[in-house]
């Protein structure tokens, strides 16, 4: 088993906005099957973010990160994990996380189907419970030195808010539809980059709920077992279902250390 451990000293960092597996995709065309292949992140972070409009916060906590990729002869089962502890001054410790399982089938052909259930909550934001589970088919455009990926897909969205009056709970139909790009520019200089777009109607409203994510990461190999990383994040919600921000944002930077 292939293990990398990330020490990430951290600038400005919020919950993972979208579903990243930091493990080098070309899991996806390897020939080799049987093994497992893994991330581990430990983050120190300092935050600025709004819990809600008006509202300003300051706290500093601890990010861990867990991503684990099992490789079959014919398919991959990904699991992509987080869990964040936070402080805001004298206040209470407060927590959120999420995890997020998917499994992906006929892993080295052009069109591979992929099906996920995902679970995730936000103490900072409000949201007692997020669950999430779908389906969809993944374009293997490009899987070379360089890759590139599209995928597109329905999931059902069921959550739990906690409202300024009263907790609100939301079950969605959401299309999801996601571009991620791995660009080697040189020997040690690499980008990886992920685009989400998610949207669904809802009646209560009689409109569509749409939300933007992604993310954007440089990688400069040091040597072959140490590299300096630099992250940015953002998300953008139309239409929050309580009272928040509706673009938020992360930048941090890191070293990693990788062994085999």
Not at 20 to 31: M, P, Q, R
Not at 166 to 178: D, M, T
Request: aromatic share 14%; with cysteine; charged share 20%.
């Amino acid at each position: 088993m292939r293990i990398f451990i990330c020490v990430l000293f951290t600038l400005y960092i919020l919950p993972a906005f979208t579903q990243i597996l930091k493990v080098d995709k070309g899991f996806l065309a390897t020939d080799s099957a049987n093994y497992f292949t893994g991330v581990v992140d430990a983050t120190f972070a300092i935050n600025n973010r709004s819990s809600t409009v008006d509202q300003q916060n300051i706290y500093v906590g601890v990010n861990n990160n867990v991503d684990l990729v099992y490789i079959a002869e014919r398919s991959a089962t990904v699991l992509i994990s987080g869990l964040n502890y936070f402080k805001i001054g004298d206040g209470p410790l407060i927590y959120n996380g999420s995890a997020h399982l998917r499994q992906v089938l006929r892993r080295t052909a052009p069109l591979t189907p992929e099906f996920f259930v995902q679970g995730q909550f936000d103490e900072s934001r409000n949201m007692e419970l997020r669950i999430l589970y779908g389906g969809g088919l993944r374009w293997n455009i490009l899987q070379k030195s360089h890759s590139l990926f599209a995928g597109v897909g329905i999931f059902r969205e069921n959550e739990r808010w906690n409202g300024p009056e009263q907790e609100i709970n939301k079950e969605l139909w959401k299309l999801n539809s996601y571009l991620s790009a791995d660009v080697k520019l040189t020997e040690s200089i690499c980008i990886n980059a992920i685009v989400y777009f998610q949207s669904g109607h809802d009646g209560a409203i009689d409109a569509f709920r749409n939300r933007l994510s992604g993310q954007l990461e440089f990688k400069n190999a040091l040597t072959d077992k140490f590299k300096l990383k630099m992250t940015s994040n953002f998300l953008l919600d139309d239409k929050p279902i309580i009272p928040l921000n509706e673009f938020i944002y992360e930048v941090y930077f890191g070293v990693e250390y990788s062994f085999n």
